[in-house]
């Protein structure tokens, strides 16, 4: 590489902003405006070369920026790979299709996809112009379509002896599809940007389809990509969106409208996208005509691949290899939730916080015990007094709707990401008690119910259930929606749990049971 363009900021386009947690869709089109994109830059088309080029430029902005715009790049390795996938979905590269990038960045996407079509044109004695008419990208950052644009330049120029008017639009994306001024095409391909974002009154209403609660940018760059391609759509996207409450619109406008088709998890977040924290995956949707089961891969690699069949607002229980889809089938047929042994959940009512002035270390008439969510530990019986908290009562005058007056099971809300379980119960069998707001409290509707919260503890704590769980979520939090959706054996089979030698054996083979 001879030369990465280095962008820099206009602090005059921009009042100084501090974090912007949940930026409108004007903000963005502010904090973009205030890029001012390097003239040059001499890094050739080398996949490579354009990446570092690209890099250069992302981290020459301010952080603040790079994460309301959602900037980070795709590396060459994982952006062929999600085109392999749309080719196995039946995505041409030989320019009889049109793509589009909606947030093109610095070209990830767009100039593998030229590379594969301008071999093939090539050699068929094409023009650069024939390309052209085969891409579109789109982003607010003009720094990234300098570097988009001075890469295709360099690989029409290889392949053609010339460059072409390339259609690069330095557009904000959500305003074009709610001024209906999207462009069409055959395949939407790319990264979009994720984060909250803040929505006015009518742009809410036109993506309305796509949303329950909270707008995420990914998630309106989705119906984005539906509304520019009838076909196939593949995109790079958190996994929040295949378990997430947030996102139960969006698959189900997903299955209504653009089946998935292959999904690829991306095993190693922080060596394989710079800065990102998130567990990765490779969507492929296709159109309603096609519906079969999606093909599931575990990593970037071509190695063993399995099926999930998913629908409707989900959650989407996706296994995250081979051996768990064997359990998560089983699991599926068993069908049983813990509304069904007649449990609820809700998260830990206090919000110590909030309280304050009611906290006291010492017990009195009118305070009842704090559990605390360092006070639980696997498999035994909550002791609310083994917490290192020094505060260890609260005052509940008044408060008695804070109080849990029955025996449950209470589990963590998160945990350490190298902790080997994601789902850590305890029996809680001595109440009443004020229940802090980092657990779930897993309830009986019956005050005798119909499984033993031992039992249930027990249940919960296996590896089998932790397992179905981490096909369920990629994350370390354990969210009351995600327990509620949990698949569970028969009440019938757990019998004699509490007294079985291994029982993680015990719980497979009562799930086993169903098939
Ligand atoms: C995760 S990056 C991906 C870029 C590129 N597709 C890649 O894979 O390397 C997301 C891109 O979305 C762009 N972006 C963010 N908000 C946007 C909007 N409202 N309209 C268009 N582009 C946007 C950012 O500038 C950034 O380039």
Known sequence: MEECPRSRIDSRAVKPYQRVTRPGLGELDELASSIVPAKTGHFGNDAEAVWEAAEAHRVALPETLRSALGIFYTPPAVAERLLDDL???????????????????????????????????????????????????????????TITRIALDALARDRFGETAQWDLRRENTLRLAVEKRLPTADVVVGNPPFGRVRLAEEERAFFVRCLKGHANLYGLFVDVALRISGGLVGYVMPTSWLCGEYF?????????????????????????????????????????????????YGGLGRGRCWTASVDGTGPWFIARNPGDAELLQAAARSGYRLADYEFAVHTGPLVWNRHRGQLSSEPSVETAPIVWSDAIRAGESVDYKSSRRSHLHLSVDG???????????????????????????????SPPAVVENHLNVVTARDVVPKVPVEALAALLNCEPVDRLFRSLSGTVAVSATELAALPLPAPDALIGLLEADDRDAFVLRAYLRAD
């Open 87 to 145: 080719a196995a979905a039946g995505a041409r590269f030989d320019g009889t299709m049109r793509f589009c990038d909606p947030a093109c960045g610095g070209g990830a996407f767009l100039l593998p996809v030229a590379r594969r079509i301008a071999d093939r044109l090539a050699v068929e004695g094409a023009s650069a112009s024939d390309l052209a008419r085969c891409l579109i990208g789109i982003d607010i950052d003009p720094g990234g379509l």
């Open 248 to 296: 139960s619109s969006l698959r189900e406008l997903v299955s209504q409208e653009r089946p998935l088709r292959s999904l690829r998890f991306v095993e190693s977040r922080t060596t394989v996208f710079v800065g990102v924290l998130q567990e990765m995956c490779l969507a492929v949707l296709g159109p309603p005509s096609v519906r079969r089961a999606a093909t599931v």
């Open 399 to 429: 408060m008695r709707h804070l109080v849990l007056e029955h025996a449950a099971v209470l589990v963590k809300r998160t945990t350490a990401k190298e902790q080997a379980r994601r789902v850590v119960a305890a029996p809680f069998a």
